[in-house]
């Protein structure tokens, strides 16, 4: 079974940045379309971004232009770059194949991302 370790998430200010990093196990991140969710206390997750297998990427509105999405096929690994943070950003992020497929797609433990002054 794959396995998808976030890392990255913490504590920061309005307006700040952080780089989120989702190290996977096999080669799913070179064969598959890759997203990155966010789930905040009370709500739904949600598809923040995504990237196709060719790197094609798309994101949610509320992240456009403030957001972005990569790879690393070499080192199988997915990062969330994420510029001009707002407290409604705040949220567990978690990466997975897109689009998630119950009883094939697990989720990872995810990072916490606090935005707060």
């Known amino acids: 079974q794959v396995q998808l370790v976030e890392s990255g998430g913490g504590l920061v200010q309005p307006g700040g940045s952080l780089r989120l990093s989702c190290a996977a196990s096999?080669?799913?991140?070179?064969?598959?379309?890759m997203g990155w969710y966010r789930q905040a206390p009370g709500k739904q997750r949600e598809l923040v971004a995504s990237?196709?297998?060719?790197?094609?990427?798309n994101y949610a509105d509320s992240v456009k232009g403030r957001f972005t999405i990569s790879k690393d096929n070499a080192k199988n690994t997915v990062y969330l770059q994420m510029n001009g943070l707002k407290p409604e950003d705040a949220a567990v992020y978690y990466c997975n194949r897109y689009p998630v497929v119950l009883h094939r797609d697990s989720w990872g433990q995810g990072t916490q991302v606090t935005v707060s002054s």
């Open positions: 096999g080669s799913i991140i070179k064969g598959y379309p």
């Open positions: 990237i196709s297998s060719g790197g094609s990427t």
